[in-house]
């Protein structure tokens, strides 16, 4: 069975916070491709300004150049509105068909959240979790969760060690607006992307 893994998000701009989360996932989950998928509008933020989907999209191919195993889609933003993630995994197990394991990547601050989300127990009921931790969350908070989640849904929630990074997509908005150096906040060719196209 091929594994993947989804892992979606506005991406205003990707960061390296992003970047290392999805590529722990694949490396120690043994995940045979990932799938990066921008958000058209997300839907606890929808009246949030961010940069037009094409720039997202553009920034996202960018720093996942390199990456073989990792794809971008642009499935969410073809579809426009406000992006449910128990809809566009539907739609990607429809595409992959029953010999592909899906796997949602998120990190535990998300997570943590999950139960208030659109279709949340189909979501537990049919697709397994990758979970990245990050600064902030407390660990026995999210043990004693997952916990509870697997006994109820008999589901499948991995943890991962993923590199941390304190990096967030409003410090590199505010550290652009100040002209300030932005390379442990992103890739070299997304800043220069944000650059030339005036994206921020």
Request: contains cysteine.
């Amino acid at each position: 069975m091929n594994k993947l893994g989804v892992f979606g998000g506005t991406f205003d701009p990707v960061h390296y916070g992003h970047i290392y989360l999805v590529r722990q996932a694949v490396d120690e989950c043994g995940l045979d491709r990932a799938m990066v998928v921008p958000a058209a509008l997300q839907p606890f933020k929808p009246e949030r300004a961010m940069a037009s989907g094409r720039h997202r999209f553009d920034m996202a191919r960018l720093a996942f150049s390199a990456d073989d195993k990792i794809s971008v889609s642009d499935i969410e933003l073809k579809k426009g509105g406000v992006s449910y993630t128990v809809d566009t995994l539907a739609e990607i197990r429809h595409m992959c068909g029953a010999d592909t394991e899906i796997s949602f990547i998120l990190g535990a601050d998300a997570f943590l959240k999950i139960e208030k989300w659109k279709g949340a127990e189909e979501l537990l009921k049919n697709y397994s979790f990758i979970i990245g931790t990050r600064p902030g969350c407390g660990r026995d908070e999210l043990d004693v969760f997952i916990e509870r989640l697997e006994n109820v849904y008999n589901n499948k929630i991995t943890t991962i060690k993923n590199r941390q990074t304190e990096v967030s997509s409003t410090e590199i908005k505010r550290a652009i607006a100040a002209g300030e150096d932005l390379s442990g906040y992103i890739p070299p060719e997304v800043e220069r992307y944000i650059g030339s196209n005036g994206v921020y």
